[in-house]
């Protein structure tokens, strides 16, 4: 039996609560009724992000960035904007168009309120939607017929826009209003709009180009030179993508095939620059669908790139790069793809580490780069040989740095970063590389990205910030596993297993380090292979297996010969203190003589430390306390702790070996001061071990052998042992799994292990009160 339903005039006593919903902006019938309202904001910046990831994880970083920005915290919008674009479009590989395609019900909500304006007003806010830096001026100019700004002012009443009429400028109140104007108008509309803007921004050639190219129906020859000077403005600036996708809309719009691959090649070259690695060969097989495609130095320089920086094939890269040199005409000196072409083989001559490269570059410069000293010329001689140059170098780049401009683009930026971090310079220059990633990841540079937190972690390292070098090392490891770039994931990877062999985590050491070698070994990849050698001398060296230590460190640095490249000059004093640990003091006092003879010490005050300090270790007793007391005294030395503390180390045990007590518990305290804050363990015992030895008892510092787990990572962890994702687990815990994933990356150094594969085991050995 059905119950009769109360009438409204006899609910007023019972416990019931009327609730409705609205849209803003929008008038309804309990507008007009007078019910207390509660107005519900848009999501926050970080609510809204786990919004989206939970429901589309595997964005493309800038994707997901622009996603974010065009939602403004709409939770329908989170949802249904992804769902609009392609597969290609949501992983980056497909540049986003200017308006975003909107679901038909983000259509309808957004778009209502637009076909109501009268015809005036729809036609000047297409022209702002279509204009992404829309002004007043410049709509005024673009507007047709008799269109006046005043008819702005039903879209104003309308809560669709603002008109700042001091600051000349026009905002839409919400960024999908832009795209509902955009979807809802039709071809023709759009492209007399785009006409009408160029025309109003004949003094902006840019600008101009790109609507010129929206409004062209078929191929346009003009329009595709212009775009391409677009393009070239946009690469200065450091917009790849603006570039790339110029260039790309140029092809399409050259009437010859000729022009048309060319053009995508140019485009390829530079995603490939940019390290996008899945763009690059798709334009490169577009171009060669038609005749004509370009076979000279911007063929060569982006499959160069492409074969070194995906598969690391140095040797196809480098045969690649020297028939391109041979057939080029000397008359392209100044080209600028001539010199990309020299960009590329540096790059190959950098991880090649190979001195027939090395001599086809020099040659090639001397050839086609003739000027003197360039920023190229400037990088090769700190790449191949800083100590022949050192103050030139130094010098150079000073300058060279001071020069650029302030919105300096990465391209101009990383080869001197590069070279920086050789002569112990980078430091100075943080700020510019940490500004490099923030732009280039939005802004599709995936490349480099990784190339500037591989930079940061390496310059970290060096200043003793080793917590800090290893989340940057984490960092640009997932990015370059997920986007391909197998290359940089090797030095990368050399990073991490440097950290762990420092810090005595040996197993860890050598388990990155024979990942690397296996990898790295078959494509003659000498800058590889050399640091994962450089990190099995230092793990070898904290464990106090000197024979073995001494033949990593003689494999990069024979005897008498210290290697001109990185890491040759940094491990002087690492091969020196093997060999006199091993009784090899010949050798030891050899090498020292051709550091000092090759001006390694010159190269920056940080080799001036370390060939200091190797001095010292190989010097006979009697003539060893004043070169351990010059070594300490030099400018700059407590800039590089780890080198400084280990010399430090040498220096207490001479004191305590020559009865000098009270001046070797000085300099051991200081060196069991720097190694328990770095972590540096097998170094730190051995210094607490002297100590002891000199009558100070001691006790390992709290905490020293691994961080302890947050109760959140350990929980994390816990779920993560079972076989749970990063999805699922955030699932559980309210998470986004970039959240999880961060902890589990923090996790993972506290534990000493790698893989989650580990996690069960290594949760196992820690008491609850590790967690």
Request: net charge neutral; aromatic share 6%.
């Amino acid at each position: 039996m059905a119950k009769r339903q109360a009438a409204p005039d006899r609910i007023g006593d019972d416990p019931i609560v009327f609730l409705a919903a609205g849209r803003t902006g929008v008038d309804g019938f309990f507008d007009r009724v007078g019910l207390p309202e509660r107005e519900v904001g848009p999501l926050a910046e970080q609510p809204a992000a786990v919004v989206l990831d939970a429901r589309y994880p595997d964005l493309a970083p800038p994707v997901r960035r622009r996603l974010l920005d065009e939602a403004a915290g709409n939770p329908l919008a989170l949802l249904q904007l992804p769902a609009a674009l392609t597969d290609r479009q949501r992983s980056g590989q497909d540049t986003l168009p200017g308006s975003l395609p909107l679901s038909r019900r983000l259509e309808a909500i957004f778009a209502a309120r637009v076909r109501a304006l009268p015809a005036p007003t729809r036609q000047l806010l297409l022209l702002a939607a279509l204009e992404a830096d829309a002004d007043l001026a410049t709509i005024r100019s673009a507007a047709p017929g008799r269109s006046d700004v005043d008819d702005l002012a039903p879209a104003q009443q309308a809560s669709l826009v603002h008109a700042d009429a001091v600051g000349g400028r026009l905002s839409f109140c919400h960024p999908l209003i832009r795209s509902a104007i955009v979807q809802t108008s039709s071809p023709g509309e759009r492209r007399l709009a785009h006409q009408a803007l160029a025309v109003a921004l004949a003094g902006d050639p840019d600008r101009r180009a790109w609507h010129l190219a929206e409004a062209a129906t078929g191929p346009d020859e003009a329009v595709a030179r212009a775009l391409g000077e677009a393009a070239l403005s946009a690469w200065r600036r450091g917009g790849v993508s603006a570039a790339v996708a110029a260039l790309v809309r140029a092809g399409e719009l050259s009437p010859q095939p000729v022009d048309r691959s060319r053009r995508l090649v140019e485009a390829a070259f530079l995603a490939s620059v940019a390290g996008q690695l899945d763009t690059a060969p798709r334009l490169l097989a577009d171009a060669r669908q038609a005749p004509g495609t370009p076979t000279g130095s911007i063929f060569a320089a982006t499959a160069a790139f492409l074969l070194t920086m995906g598969e690391g094939d140095i040797d196809a890269a480098h045969r690649l790069l020297a028939r391109a040199l041979d057939d080029a005409d000397t008359a392209e000196t100044n080209s600028a793809w001539v010199n990309n072409l020299l960009h590329a083989l540096l790059f190959v001559c950098q991880f090649g580490a190979r001195s027939e490269s090395w001599e086809l570059l020099e040659s090639a410069l001397t050839r086609f780069n003739p000027e003197g000293v360039t920023p190229l010329r400037l990088c090769y001689d700190a790449y191949a040989d800083p100590a022949r140059s050192s103050g030139t170098v130094r010098e150079g780049l000073a300058r060279a740095f001071a020069a650029l401009p302030a919105d300096v683009a990465a391209w101009q930026f990383a080869p001197l970063a590069w070279a920086a971090l050789r002569v112990d310079m980078l430091s100075e220059y943080r700020h510019l590389c940490r500004r490099m990633i923030e732009r280039e990841r939005d802004g599709g540079a995936i490349g480099l990205v990784i190339t500037g937190l591989l930079l940061l972690s390496v310059d970290s390292y060096h200043h003793g910030q080793w917590d800090e070098a290893e989340t940057l090392a984490r960092e640009g490891l997932d990015l370059a596993a997920a986007h391909g770039h197998h290359l940089v994931e090797g030095q990368l990877r050399c990073r991490l297993a440097l950290t762990a062999a420092a810090r005595g985590n040996v197993d860890l050491a050598r388990a990155l380090t024979d990942e690397i070698t296996t990898w790295a070994a078959p494509r003659g990849i000498g800058l590889t292979q050399t640091f994962a050698r450089y990190a099995r001398t230092i793990a070898a060296l904290g464990q106090g297996d000197y024979e073995d230590a001494y033949a990593q460190a003689s494999q990069i640095n024979p005897p008498g010969t210290p290697s001109p490249g990185i890491p040759g000059f940094w491990m002087v004093m690492d091969l020196v203190e093997a060999a006199v640990r091993t009784g090899r003091a010949d050798q030891a006092r050899a090498h020292v003589a051709a550091a000092q003879q090759a001006g390694i010490a010159g190269i920056s005050p940080r080799m001036a430390l370390i060939t200091a300090g190797a001095a010292a270790l190989a010097a006979p007793d009697d003539d060893a306390g004043p070169l351990f007391e010059a070594a300490l005294s030099l400018p700059e030395a407590e800039r590089w702790p780890f080198e400084q503390a280990r010399i430090n180390l040498a220096y207490g045990q001479w004191l305590r070996r020559t009865r000098d007590t009270t001046r070797a518990r000085l300099h051991l305290r200081a060196a069991l001061e720097t190694l328990d804050r770095l972590g540096a363990q097998p170094w730190a015992q051995r210094a607490r071990n002297e100590l002891r030895a000199t009558g100070i008892p001691t006790t390992a510092r709290p905490g020293a052998r691994a961080a302890s787990l947050t109760a959140q990572e350990r929980q994390i962890a816990t779920l993560a042992a079972t076989g749970l994702t990063n999805k699922q687990i955030g699932e559980r815990l309210f998470l986004s799994h970039r959240t999880v994933g961060a902890h589990l990356h923090r996790a993972f150094p506290k534990l000493g292990i790698t893989s989650r594969a580990a996690l069960h085991d290594a949760l196992e050995t820690i008491t609850p009160d590790d967690g």
